[in-house]
Structures are given as structure tokens and as C-alpha cells.
């Protein structure tokens, strides 16, 4: 297979020996992975229409398709044709912009992953390319499990949900005390323009992915995912400390399809009287149309792309105000996600729902 594979590409001028040692790890790693003939030979000759991403053309798709189909077989010519007539081909697969059988898109996401991870080992180590092999790697294990996370990703538009006691009073009193005692900076993210005052200014204290891990919350984030029966992606974690009078001016925290916003309140005791509720708009009258009120140990999590804004904390309040936030998408929001909150692969958490 591989040496008529290389008499075959070789009559082509724009063919190099990298080109062809890259096909040939490509099939290499879909073999050692236990994968079908028919696939390996694919990924073998998965390129050899030309791709958006290299200007290597071996063979032409109007005059040579019928050659390619005696060298490896109809279906894995079909899946070669699929993936080279493929604009910007893996992020129009990881958007789901396909219409393929369930069989084709599995062999197809194989394929794809495996040619990342040869582009990888061979040293184009880019964080795009680790990150599309993560989202490759999660898209193929949804699909080998006859799942498609693309499917219904929009039933949680326009929605607004809370989980009430979750947390252990024991629990909750060590993570009262953890935000209490964090470092908090002036500021406030959603101010417009970066223009604070003295009613709208909280403090804010970033956490990095090891120090939420190391707050013990992922289990209780996990059943946000199990209630949804989708899976998490988190990123982008900070504490807000509210003092008496202050709030948060109205805002989306994103404009990205699938993005999910998770606030969990640490404190441990709030008086009704002390304020500080959330309110949220309707987006076509621009007005308040809920309100969630502020209660200790309670998770609230929403589509991203609805406004809102903390109310003003009472002066009767004799605690100050605590949210741990947490920007989190479904599986098609991961790039929005992604591209968001700095393009770092790293701070990403992934929270399966089974």
C-alpha cells in the first residue's frame, strides 16, 4: 500500500519527501490505534486532492477520482474526497458544518486527529494545534459512543437556572473562608470603558486553573452537567468581593452561541434585607424580567448572552457579598471559549456529563 502510495504521488512536481513521510505517520498512527483498513488508507491518502491548508495537488478530483478508488476502495476515496473539497477543513468540522452519516463523520474525526497529532510530533507545535487535537479527541469520543454534541446545543438559549442546597455545611464554611481570605485587586470587568466609581467598584481576585481545582468545586460543578446531560468546558475563574453600597452596572458577559455563565455564593449566611439580588433583562424590552435572589450556597448558571447586573448591596449589610464566577460553553462553544479568555489550552476543564 505505502509504495504504491509513494509511486504514485511522486509524479507530481509539488511532492517532497516531508509531504510524504507526513502521510505515511499519518496512516501509521491510524494503524497502531487499531483503526480500519479502510481508514488508515484514507488518512494514508487524505490530502491527495489538495487541501485549504497546503497547495499540494497529486492528483486532480475531476479527471483522477476513479484511480484513487482502485488504490484504496470507494469508501475510503469518499472520505479523502469529503475532507480535501473541505473549506478551512477542521474548524468546519469542529463546527459541526457537515451533513455526513454517522459512519463517514466518526472516520472522518479519526482521520483529522491523527493528522494533527503526526503535524505535532514532527514539530509544528502551535497551541491551535493543541487545542483542535483536544476538540478532536472529545468529538471522537462522543461519536464513538453514538453521540453527536452538536445535536439540540441551543436548548439552553435564553435559559436561567439555579441548584440550591448542594454544598455540605462543612464545605461550604471551608470555601467561605478561602474567599474571604484571597487576594483581591480594585476593579471591576464589566464597568464600560474601565471607568469605576465608588458604587460600581468590586474587587476581584483571578484564580488560575489549579486554584480552582484545588478548591474541591468539581464535583458540584459536575452536577450542572448531569442535570443538562451535556457536557462542561470551563475557563476564566475569579472571586468578586461586593462591599456595602456597591454593584455590578448591566452586562453580557458574552455575545458566543453556547457559552454558559456559573456563579456558585460561598457566603454562608444573608439577610433578604441586605439586597445584592441578581436581575436579569428581557433582551427585547430591555427590561428586568427575573430576579434571583442572593442566597448562601447557591449555583446559578445561564446562557451567557442574556444581561444582568448585581443590585446594590444595603448599607444594613453586615457581610460583604462573595461570587465565585466561572465562564464556561458546551462542546460547540469551546472555541468562542477559547478565543475569549487568552487561547490557552491549559485553563480549559473539561466536565463530562456521564
Not at 452537567?225 to 456597591?246: A, G, Q, R, V
Not at 433583562?281 to 448562601?296: G, I, M, R
Request: glycine fraction near 4%; include cysteine.
Amino acid at each position: 500500500m505505502i509504495e504504491n502510495f509513494i509511486n504514485l504521488v511522486k509524479v507530481s512536481p509539488l511532492v517532497t519527501d516531508q509531504y510524504i513521510n507526513h502521510c505515511i505517520g499519518v496512516y501509521n498512527l491510524l494503524k497502531q490505534e487499531g483503526n480500519s483498513e479502510e481508514v488508515c488508507n484514507a488518512g494514508l491518502y487524505h490530502s491527495v486532492y489538495g487541501s485549504s491548508y497546503a497547495n499540494v495537488t497529486v492528483q486532480t478530483i475531476e479527471h483522477d477520482r476513479d484511480v484513487i478508488k482502485k488504490e484504496i476502495g470507494k469508501y475510503a476515496e469518499s472520505l479523502v474526497y469529503e475532507m480535501c473539497i473541505l473549506p478551512d477543513r477542521d474548524n468546519t468540522i469542529l463546527r459541526g458544518n457537515n451533513n455526513w452519516s454517522h459512519k463517514t463523520f466518526l472516520d472522518i474525526v479519526k482521520i483529522c486527529r491523527a493528522n494533527l497529532i503526526e503535524l505535532l510530533n514532527s514539530g509544528e507545535n502551535t497551541s491551535i494545534i493543541q487545542f483542535n487535537i483536544q476538540r478532536f479527541t472529545i468529538l471522537l469520543s462522543h461519536l464513538s459512543s453514538n453521540k453527536n454534541p452538536f445535536v439540540e446545543d441551543t436548548f439552553f438559549e435564553n435559559k436561567i437556572e439555579v441548584l440550591d442546597n448542594v454544598f455540605p455545611s462543612y464545605y461550604l464554611d471551608r470555601l467561605f473562608t478561602y474567599v474571604k481570605g484571597s487576594k483581591y485587586s480594585y476593579g471591576h470587568d464589566s464597568n464600560p470603558n474601565g471607568k469605576y466609581s465608588k458604587d460600581t467598584t468590586r474587587f476581584v481576585c483571578h484564580l488560575t486553573r489549579d486554584d480552582f481545582l484545588s478548591m474541591g468545586l468539581f464535583p458540584y460543578i459536575k452536577k450542572i452537567s448531569e442535570k443538562l446531560k451535556k457536557d462542561l468546558f470551563l475557563s476564566h475563574y475569579y472571586i468578586s468581593n461586593y462591599n456595602k453600597t456597591t454593584c455590578a452596572d448591566s452586562h453580557v458577559d458574552s455575545y458566543g452561541e453556547n457559552m454558559i455563565t456559573i456563579l456558585i455564593y460561598p457566603n454562608t449566611h444573608w439577610e433578604e434585607i441586605w439586597s445584592g439580588d441578581i436581575k436579569f433583562y428581557d433582551q427585547k424590552k430591555s427590561s428586568f424580567n427575573k430576579v434571583v435572589e442572593f442566597l448562601p450556597g447557591r449555583i446559578l448558571f445561564f446562557d451567557s448572552r442574556i444581561k444582568h447586573k448585581v443590585m446594590p448591596i444595603s448599607s444594613l449589610s453586615k457581610s460583604d457579598r462573595f461570587s465565585i464566577t466561572i465562564k464556561a460553553s458546551f462542546f460547540s462553544g469551546l472555541e468562542t471559549l477559547y478565543n475569549q479568555f487568552g487561547g490557552n489550552t491549559e485553563s480549559i476543564i473539561h466536565v463530562p456529563s456521564i
